[in-house]
């Protein structure tokens, strides 16, 4: 009875392998998993971790995430490696901006993001910082075209001269 019962299992685990690498289930769009990734940003608790293996997919994921959102990959690549190093410095002690987007305090909290998840989790860090933009994007670009994107770096306040120079940066960092 035993030896039926766990060959039932093997065999069960043979037709869902057969069933996945055949392609007959549905797979996980991008869209899907982006969906999952805004929800965990809400989750309280510590939450799941998460770091990209190497620099290419990260990349491959922030240019993802650009086409989903509408956002220029240039750009996103180019906060995260001048924000972050590609995710090596995840916290700044001066400022509080976490993860490898450094997300400020003040747009975790506007959110009710986790700060847990902004920290730990690459992905959802990367999603929140293109959520992030996007707002800016949604609240300046009409006003100010050119350097809306500073916003991301500055906020609300008064658009400082050296933002120009900002832009600039992160444009030659890719």
């Known amino acids: 009875m035993t030896f039926g019962g766990n060959m039932k299992s093997i065999l069960y685990m043979l037709l869902i392998f057969k069933t996945l690498s055949a392609g007959t289930l549905k797979p996980v769009t991008f869209a899907e998993q982006v969906i999952k990734l805004e929800t965990m940003l809400k989750q309280k608790g510590p939450g799941s971790t998460y770091s990209f293996q190497n620099k290419q997919a990260l990349e491959k994921f922030i240019t993802n995430i650009a086409n989903h959102y509408g956002l220029d990959k240039t750009l996103l690549l180019g906060i995260v490696k001048q924000e972050s190093a590609y995710c090596k410095f995840k916290l700044n002690k001066t400022t509080g901006d976490a993860g490898c987007m450094q997300i400020h305090k003040s747009n975790i909290k506007a959110h ?38 500073c916003r991301y770096n500055i906020g609300y306040r008064n658009m400082p001269a050296q933002c120009l120079a900002y832009l600039n940066k992160i444009y030659a960092l890719k």
Do not use: Q
């Open 112 to 149: 009710g993001w986790s700060r847990s998840v902004i920290m730990n989790h690459d992905a959802a860090n990367i999603v929140a910082g293109a959520l992030v933009l996007l707002d800016f994007k949604k609240a300046f670009k009409a006003k100010e075209p050119r350097t809306w994107a």
